[in-house]
């Protein structure tokens, strides 16, 4: 049964910087798409990052080049580190696994079929 774990989201100040960590279980990571969604009250899940197989990335317009998202195959964990953030970065942040095979990661939800539970990201300004 495939499993993903978020920690390290937390209450910080504009500015101010987190990382995110999305640990992997039941599933061949190493050839995984991940991807992190946010989610603020009221609004639609959006995408923010995703890292395919081969370390190809894509990000959000609003997050490129404040947030980089990375992968360590052999504790099968993606990372999320946000820096610079905006209290419009406020949101439940969720990892999501795409197991198909991608050359460039998705940045639809409907494409990643497993979910963890979200991690709790506010910023105060």
């Known amino acids: 049964q495939v499993r993903l774990v978020e920690s390290g989201g937390g209450l910080v100040h504009a500015g101010g910087s987190l990382r995110l960590s999305c640990a992997v279980s039941g599933h061949t990571f190493s050839s995984d798409t991940v991807g992190w969604f946010r989610q603020a009250p009221g609004k639609e899940r959006e995408f923010v990052a995703a890292i395919v197989w081969n370390f190809n990335t894509a990000y959000a317009d609003s997050v490129e080049g404040r947030f980089t998202i990375s992968r360590d195959n052999a504790k099968n964990t993606v990372y999320l580190q946000m820096n610079s953030l905006k209290p419009e970065d406020t949101a439940v942040y969720y990892c999501?696994?795409?197991?198909?095979?991608?050359?460039?990661?998705?940045?639809?939800?409907?494409?990643?079929?497993?979910w963890g539970q979200g991690t709790q990201v506010t910023i105060s300004s």
């Open positions: 999501a696994v795409d197991p198909r095979w991608r050359a460039v990661p998705g940045t639809t939800k409907e494409w990643y079929d497993y």
